[in-house]
Nanobody, 122 residues
Framework: VQLQAFGGGLVQAGGSLRLSCAASGLTLNGYVMGWFRQAPGREREFVATISWSGATTRYVDSVKGRFTLSRDNAKDTVYLQMNSLKPEDTAVYYC????????????????WGKGTLVTVSS
């Protein structure tokens, strides 16, 4: 089972990026998906979760109104659209999967992908 996050890169403040997380060896149907990020010298931080149906999303306050999490279960892929990016969004972003939202929120998800680096220049 592998989660692969991609789509990171360098962008100027105010710009946009879309991160994707694809699963192999696992069908994401039935799994809550989430994103975390870790900035240099800081602890890993919860960013967002999405229910298995896609009907419910939750975001950390700092990204509300700027980030949108969605999913395509037919493609076993989730997407994190990041708009109006700020330098403080610079971090390595990790996707996670678990059957329980509570385990994702507490950073105890069953599956974690390797991160993708997002750098926002001022």
């Amino acid at each position: 089972v592998q989660l692969q996050a991609f789509g990171g890169g360098l962008v100027q403040a105010g710009g946009s990026l879309r991160l994707s997380c694809a699963a192999s060896g696992l069908t994401l149907n039935g799994y809550v998906m989430g994103w975390f990020r870790q900035a240099p010298g800081r602890e890993r931080e919860f960013v967002a979760t999405i229910s298995w149906s896609g009907a419910t999303t939750r975001y950390v306050d700092s990204v509300k109104g700027r980030f949108t999490l969605s999913r395509d279960n037919a493609k076993d892929t989730v997407y994190l659209q990041m708009n109006s990016l700020k330098p403080e969004d610079t971090a390595v972003y990790y996707c996670t999967a678990d059957r329980l939202a509570s385990r994702i929120s507490s950073a105890q998800a069953e599956y974690w992908g390797k991160g993708t680096l997002v750098t926002v220049s001022s």
